[in-house]
Nanobody, 124 residues
Framework: QVQLVESGGGLVQAGGSLRLSCAAS????????MAWFRQGSGKEREFVAA????????YYAESVKGRFTISRDNAKNTVYLQMNSLKPEDTAVYYC?????????????????WGQGTQVTVSS
């Protein structure tokens, strides 16, 4: 079965950096869109970034554009989220998600598979 396993979360000071990883297994993800979402305490889950696995096309939420970078390593079947210039408002549980489609969606519903999440805490 499909498994998405996130890692790399932690506690960092404002202005710092973290790199999240999402190890994907269970099938070939070449026709998938891989995305990162996040959910802060008491808030709704929101889209952060996505990448079309095969062509590498990316899309970002306005709130992270210029600070976060999504990428993938085909050989390792892993998607990354490099987060720089972190702010306290970036504090959230970050989730990896996979959608078997050719279009990048920012809504939650199209994504069929989800990881368990990894906590990112940014202190001021």
């Amino acid at each position: 079965q499909v498994q998405l396993v996130e890692s790399g979360g932690g506690l960092v000071q404002a202005g710092g950096s973290l790199r999240l990883s999402c190890a994907a297994s269970g099938r070939t993800f070449s026709n998938y869109v891989m995305a990162w979402f996040r959910q802060g305490s008491g808030k709704e889950r929101e889209f952060v970034a996505a990448i079309r696995w095969t062509v590498g096309h990316t899309y970002y939420a306005e709130s992270v554009k210029g600070r976060f970078t999504i990428s993938r390593d085909n050989a390792k079947n892993t998607v990354y989220l490099q987060m720089n210039s972190l702010k306290p408002e970036d504090t959230a549980v970050y989730y990896c998600a996979a959608d078997e489609g050719m279009i990048i969606n920012t809504a939650i519903r199209p994504y069929d598979y989800w990881g368990q999440g990894t906590q990112v805490t940014v202190s001021s």
